[in-house]
């Protein structure tokens, strides 16, 4: 039998995402209609939000503990959290965590590895752009970063918060992300990481100057091969 997916959430359109990938990509695997079990717990956002502006990692942290105990309960044998930014607290969480957890960022540089990408851009929230998630993964792998300028960062913080959460999506938010990703690939940068799970229902290889690294799906799909060991 697969193992039982845990799935600690925070906002909606990318978690759905991530669950929709799982739960389509999961029939490939093991037959029509077929995917493993998942459970799924979140608070609501607005729980999430001031904890990130005024940076309480450690208050994140235990709402992602919180919502662990609850999927451990419902019979979860591992969990993954399809937010880039949280993870700035997964220190915390995974030494206290009652089930072993899939990190995002490891899964996207591995990606990265194995598609011979080698300078990456990151894209995300100002919370997560501004951290080390992705620094301290891409380190560990041998790969090169660059970050957007403040301004840019900026607007796409503003993009993801105001927009993309909600399910809008803009013709103008497309052409800004266009905009920046050919910025930094002028920079020398070889792909592009979506680092906030909801920029995937925006941008993607057809409509990106860069080749993307899509974080929600990765994580899906690594979450499917762990089920399916």
Same mark, same amino acid.
Request: charged share 20%; hydrophobic share 45%; aromatic share 6%.
């Given at each position: ?121 990151? @894209?995300? @929230? ?104």
């Amino acid at each position: 039998m697969p193992s039982h997916i845990g799935i600690v959430a925070c906002s909606a359109e990318g978690a759905a995402l991530c669950y929709r990938t799982i739960c389509v990509e999961g029939a490939e695997v093991l037959g029509p209609h077929a995917h493993p079990e998942i459970t799924m717990h979140t608070y609501s956002l607005a729980t999430y939000t001031p904890l990130l502006d005024s940076g309480d990692w450690q208050a994140v942290g235990k709402l992602m503990l919180a919502s662990a105990a609850k999927l451990a309960l419902a019979g979860a044998d591992f969990l993954i959290c399809p937010d880039n930014t949280i993870h700035q607290a997964f220190s915390y969480v995974e030494p206290q965590s009652p089930r072993p957890w899939l990190h995002i960022a490891r899964e996207v540089a591995l990606s990265a590895v194995a598609r011979g990408f080698r300078r990456l851009s990151v @894209t995300g @929230t100002r919370w997560l752009v501004e951290s080390e998630v992705y620094p301290e993964q891409l380190r560990a792998h041998g790969l090169e970063f660059m970050r957007p300028s403040p301004s840019e960062c900026a607007e796409i913080h503003r993009i993801i918060t105001a927009e993309l959460v909600y399910g809008v999506f803009k013709p103008e938010a497309v052409a800004a992300f266009q905009r920046i990703i050919a910025r930094l690939k002028s920079e020398g940068c070889d792909a592009v990481i979506l680092g906030c799970t909801e920029i995937p229902l925006l941008i993607n290889d057809a409509n990106s100057p860069l080749p993307v690294l899509d974080s929600t799906r990765l994580l899906a799909r690594a979450a499917l091969r762990r089920a399916t060991q």
